[in-house]
C-alpha cells in the first residue's frame, strides 16, 4: 500500500484498520513502524520475507517514502511484489507511507492504483463540523468559537 498525503489522522486510522483486521485474521502479528532515513529497503524485505517464531503474519509501516529514490531500492521492492504475486502469499503486509502529496514515479508506478491514496487536508467548511464530532463522542460538547481557537492553535490536520 502506499498511503501519502498531509491528512495524518485519518491516513493513520486507515493503517490501524488494516493493522486490526491483520490482527484478526493470523491471531498474532509481528509489527514494525520505520522509517525510510534509518532503515535500507533491504532491511525492510528482509523483515517482511522473514518468518518469526511467534507470529502468523508480518506488518511493517515505513514512513518518509519520499527518500526512496535510488534504482537498486525500487529494484528490491519490485522483486519483492513480483514475489508475492507469483506466489500468492497473504502473510505480509508492507505500506509505505509519506506526508507529501508525491513520491518518485519509479516507486510510485511499482504499487497497482488499487493501493494507492492520497489523503488531503480536511475542507474548511468540515473542520467545525468534524471537530464537535470528536468531542461529542469522547462526551464533550464545545462552542463554535472554541473550535475556532482550537483550529488556529494546531496543524491542520485531524491527528493534531
Known sequence: MLYIGPELGLRNEEIEKHKLETEKKFGSLDYHLLYAQDVSVGEVISLLQGGSLFAEARFVVLRNAELIKNKEDIEILLNWINGIKSQKYDDAYLFLVSDETSVDKKLENLIPKEN?????????????????????????????????????????????
Open 116 to 160: 494507492k491514496q492520497i489523503f488531503w487536508e480536511m475542507f474548511d467548511d468540515r473542520k467545525i463540523p468534524w471537530l464537535k464530532n470528536f468531542f461529542n463522542k469522547n462526551g464533550y460538547k464545545i462552542e463554535d468559537d472554541a473550535c475556532e481557537t482550537i483550529l488556529n492553535l494546531i496543524e491542520n490536520n485531524t491527528e493534531a
